[in-house]
């Protein structure tokens, strides 16, 4: 958990109490927040405060992930089809369920 955190600092700098979950999902998270990284090192911040994830948790057998802005449509799709994943991933041991 902690190399993602390190991995991704733009996207989980923000987080206030860690990846909440089991490390079944954390592939899926690593592939989500590549892509998050990658959008946050192009946006423009002209005054502005980059957005940052607040909440990466476990939440009734769903992923549930937070930002603290919901301007930008590339990391809300890419949130949103992170957490479509993990309803067919098993949180354990990452199998398809
Ligand atoms: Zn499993």
Request: glycine share 16%; charged share 35%.
């Given at each position: 958990m902690q190399a993602l955190l390190k991995r991704y600092p733009l996207t989980?700098?923000?987080?206030?109490?860690?990846?909440?979950?089991?490390?079944?999902?954390y592939p899926l998270i690593d592939r989500a927040a590549k892509q998050t990284e990658a959008r946050l090192q192009k946006l423009p911040t002209e005054g502005k405060e980059l957005p940052t994830s607040l909440q990466v948790k476990e939440k009734m057998g769903v992923l549930c992930w937070y930002w603290?802005?919901?301007?930008?449509t590339t990391l809300k799709t890419i949130t949103q089809e992170a957490v479509k994943r993990s309803i067919s991933t098993c949180e354990q041991c990452g199998r398809d369920v």
């Open positions: 989980f700098r923000g987080l206030r109490s860690g990846i909440e979950c089991r490390e079944g999902w603290n802005q919901h301007d930008d």
